[in-house]
């Protein structure tokens, strides 16, 4: 079965410093993975995804993740943090089995400081 | 943009009562879930649809059951309301090819046991 790992619960960065968000998956085939990014009280927002095609992702934001397929991850990344970026990140991959299910990581909660 | 609504953001219940989280999408979305959101668990899928009055079980689906008479709408019926259903909880809609675009969330209701 498919599952994903977020190796860290938190982290805290400085804002304008860059911050990368781990993401491990086990999968057998090509995998569709996606990040999404929930801020305080509300759902979650989509915020890139890969399926196919460049290793390098571009999402909304000014995040990017890259796929790597040799080390099973595909890590979010933003050069310069502000302070809306606070907030909890769920990476996923998407399940092949019926019907195609999403699989959560458990997330990694985001503290930006001044 | 596909919206996805919850219709309540905060519920208060009391052990023991019947409780009904209501979900409406308006892009005509073939696919429905509800997922719960613990902290340090991220996201469990509780029930999805794949299409009017059909319903499959997710990873958690005990203590729950699920509605969906129309397309456009998906319950999640708490049949006896307990203290460890305390959570937030989501609702996703997708096109059946979903693993393209991944799901659109609702805000989320939190709800309460009390």
């Known amino acids: 079965a498919q599952s994903v790992t977020q190796p860290d619960i938190h982290i805290t960065v400085s804002e304008g410093a860059s911050l990368e968000l781990r993401c491990n998956y086990s999968y057998g085939a090509t995998p569709y993975l996606f990040w999404y990014v929930q801020s305080p009280g509300q759902g979650l927002q989509l915020l890139l995804k890969y399926f196919s095609g460049d290793t390098l992702v571009q999402g909304i934001k000014g995040f990017e993740a890259e796929f790597k397929r040799s080390q099973s991850s595909f890590n979010l990344r933003k050069p310069s943090v502000h302070w809306s970026d606070a907030a909890e990140y769920f990476c996923a991959v998407f399940s092949t089995d019926s019907w195609g299910k999403l699989q959560f990581g458990a997330g990694t909660q985001v503290v930006v400081t001044p | 943009d596909v919206k996805v609504t919850q219709s309540s953001r905060y519920l208060v219940k009391r052990t023991g009562e019947k409780v009904f989280l209501e979900c409406v999408q308006d892009?005509?979305?073939?696919?429905m879930f509800w997922y719960r959101q613990d902290p340090g668990l991220g996201l469990r899928l509780i029930y999805f649809?794949?299409?009017?009055?059909?319903?499959e079980k997710g990873d958690i689906p005990e203590g729950y059951s699920v509605s969906r008479e129309k397309k456009e709408r998906f319950s999640l019926i708490l049949e006896s309301a307990s203290t460890n259903q305390t959570s937030m909880y989501l609702c996703?809609?997708?096109?059946?090819?979903?693993f393209g675009y991944g799901y659109t969330f609702g805000s989320g209701t939190r709800l309460t046991v009390v």
């Open positions: 649809s794949y299409d009017v009055k059909m319903k």
């Open positions: 996703a809609s997708s096109i059946p090819q979903g």
């Open positions: 892009m005509d979305h073939e696919n």
